[in-house]
């Protein structure tokens, strides 16, 4: 994701702290999204840890227009977390591997939708 260090700026600012799950141990990473009310992510592995957050957390995943997939929407619906995403516009290039691709999100649009959610759901 080509913008998020601004992302993260703005996420900050409305009081979503942010994390590098590689810095982290699995036990760690495990009592974090057991804790989380709101886990806010790009599409990837590490969201998957979405099985550990407790039933009413809320998840809000953001995709690569290139690459969209439910996995992470059905592990939050077993788990019952409530599940948002959003697609943002990926620039595919030929022979570039999918995880290399480049992209950004709209980051007023993803501001606006968590907004949203912290409004709409206890945070606590």
């Known amino acids: 994701m080509r913008n998020e260090d601004a992302l993260v700026e703005r996420m900050e600012a ?3 702290m942010p994390v590098l799950l590689s810095g982290l141990t699995l036990a ?6 057991q804790a989380a009310p709101l886990v806010i ?3 990837g592995a590490g969201l998957a840890n979405v099985v550990f957050a407790r039933a009413g957390a809320v998840l809000y995943e953001l995709f690569p227009s290139h690459f969209i997939d439910a996995c992470m929407a059905r592990l939050a619906w077993l788990r019952g ?3 948002w995403c959003d697609v943002h516009p990926a620039e595919p290039r030929p022979g570039l591997a999918i995880n290399d691709t480049p ?4 980051i007023d ?3 606006r ?3 949203t959610i912290l409004a709409r759901y206890d945070r606590g």
């Open 41 to 43: 992510g790009p599409r």
């Open 81 to 83: 977390v409530h599940y």
């Open 109 to 111: 649009a993803v501001v």
């Open 14 to 16: 409305l009081g979503v």
């Open 103 to 106: 992209w950004s999100v709209d």
């Open 113 to 115: 939708q968590a907004e």
């Open 28 to 33: 760690e990473q495990i009592r974090l999204f």
